[in-house]
Each structure stands twice: as C-alpha cells, then as structure tokens.
C-alpha cells in the first residue's frame, strides 16, 4: 500500500470526514485487487460495507445528500423501525449481467448524474424502476451498485415492519417513509414489493390490502424528490395491473446462460488456486438452471472444503460436492407436498 493512502485514510478517520475516509478506502481495495489480494479485498469490504450514516450521525459527520438530524420513521404500533440506511463500497465488476441490463442500469445512474443537463431540455431521469425475476438472480446486489456507484446512501424498507394489524396504519406508515425519502438523495430498496403491491382484484385479500395499493400508486405518482426508487419482486405476476405504468424502467432478471454462469465461477473462485484438473465448463453444465446466488453457495462451500482439509488449492471434486449438495437443497426449497422423501 502506498504510504500516501495510509496517511491520508489517517488524517480523513481524524477529521471525521467519512466521505473522504470511503474514498480513500475504495482506493485501496482497488489497489489489492489490482495485486490480486482479493481475500484481502473481500475483507475490506465487509468491514467497510455497513459503514452508516446513522452510526456517526453524532460525531460531526456531515453528508450532502441527507440531513442526519432527520429521525428514523417508526411505526406506531410496535415502535419498529420502518426502515434501514446502509453504505456499500461497490463497483460494475462486483455483480454480473447481461450487457442489455447492466447498460439500462448504467444509464439509470448516468441520467441521475446529469439531472440538470436533462432539465435544459425539459426532461427528467428514471426515477421509478422495478426489478423483477426468480430470486437469487442479482436484485438486490445490483441495487446495492447502484447506490455505490451513485454515492447515495440505500435506503432498505422493512416490510415487515410497514404491514400493521391495525386498520389504516399500513398506509399512514408508508406515508411516513415517503415524508422521510422526500428529505434526502437516496437510493431507495422495496424489497418484496408484492406484500403491498397485490392485484386489487384477489379475491383473497381483504379491504385494507387494496386501500394500500391505491394509496402506493398515489404516492408514486406524487412523489417530487432527487431519489432513485427501487421496487424488487420475485413474483411479479402478483402485482396489480395499475403499477406496471408508474415505474419508469422495468428491469427483468434471469437465470444465468452458460456464458455468466462462468463469469460467476471465475468471480468466486478467482481467490483460490485451482488443481490442473479442474474443468469450470463441467460445472457449468451442471449447473444449468441455479441462480448466481445459488453458484456462489457452491463456490463458498467448496471453498470452505478447501480450507478445512488444509489445501492449498480448490479440486473438481469439492465443487461437484458443492454442487449436488445445492441441488438437494433446492429440491427441498420447490417441494409442496410435506416433506416425504
């Protein structure tokens, strides 16, 4: 590491200027990748990734992008909070794509980058976009990206803290969490997005549940803020017709093709040495219909084999383990019938 970044990461944790210290953090990171250290990157990462706002909000931390004398939104009936704020130190080359997403999601954040220039000509940038597709496919990572490379901190709702058993205070709680966004540049993360975007014709859900739609789609379209907006689903056949119109992008994330489905073996396994032996394309076959999510299990429990027998280097045989060992578990997660074998 050079020794200029040493000093300029001490002098940045001094002042307790955070922007500057994640700056200098990213610098370095790239610096070991670029030395092929990636464990050692990985690690930085995962130290830095969790980084919040909220945890400095007192020690004269200041952020352009929100104000941090801003409360979190609870709700009312059990105190929770509605929502989480989270900081990742991500790059394009942590998630892999296909080019026509990956280039429609770079143009989402090249708009937002060039908000006024779009305005000269009476235009604004995407704002409302959903992720759709099966899960474990990149959804959530990519939101995660993109709030890296935006530089805005993510704001994750917690929907398990929105739906209320009292009447009314589902809908009085989003309203909170678009007061609180309205305040700040944000990215923000509606995961599981069919818990409050239901079709309003399911003859399984009641009153209430249909009121919330209605009031989400009026709080779309009113909604004025500098935030990207980010409704993620793996079950979008659910969601009410009157939605689909009020998002700016949709964006449909699929199981992998062979080509990514190597892109991600070599992603996982680049921190490893591997035996001469080691054939990525055979497990790539095998693995014709995991997510990225799933390969990336493999790669962590066939790396763990590795670690635990003492090797120095990753075989076929440890990642074929890993392999069936994920298939079995997918085959319990599809199941619907009980749990007879």
Known sequence: MKSELIREVFLAFSQSNKEKFLEIACEIIKEEEKKSHHLLAKDLKEIIKNFSPNKYANNGVTNKRFKNTIPIPRDTEKGFPLLEIKDFILDWEDIILTPEIKASMQQIVEELNKTSLLATYGLKPKQKVLF???????????????????????????????????????????????????????????????????????????????????????????????????????????????????????????IPDKIRRKEIFLKYLRVFEKEKNLDIDLCVELTETFSPSDIANICWEAMKKTILKEKEKISIEDLEIAINHQKRRKEVEGRKNGWKI
């Open 132 to 254: 759709c597709g099966p899960p474990g496919t990149g959804k959530t990572l990519s939101s995660q990206v993109i709030s890296s490379v935006l530089m805005y901190p993510l704001v994750y709702i917690r929907f398990d803290s929105i739906v209320s058993s009292f009447l009314g205070e589902t809908a009085s709680n989003l309203r909170k969490i678009f007061d609180f966004i309205e305040q700040g540049q944000w990215v923000v993360l509606f995961d599981e997005f069919d818990i409050i975007g239901k079709h309003r014709d399911d003859p399984y859900e009641h009153g209430e549940i249909k009121r919330v739609v209605n009031n989400f789609m009026q709080m779309l379209d009113n909604y004025n803020g500098d935030s990207l907006l980010i409704a993620s689903t793996n079950h979008q056949y659910l969601l009410d017709p009157g939605l689909w119109r009020r998002f700016d992008e949709i964006l449909f994330f699929d």
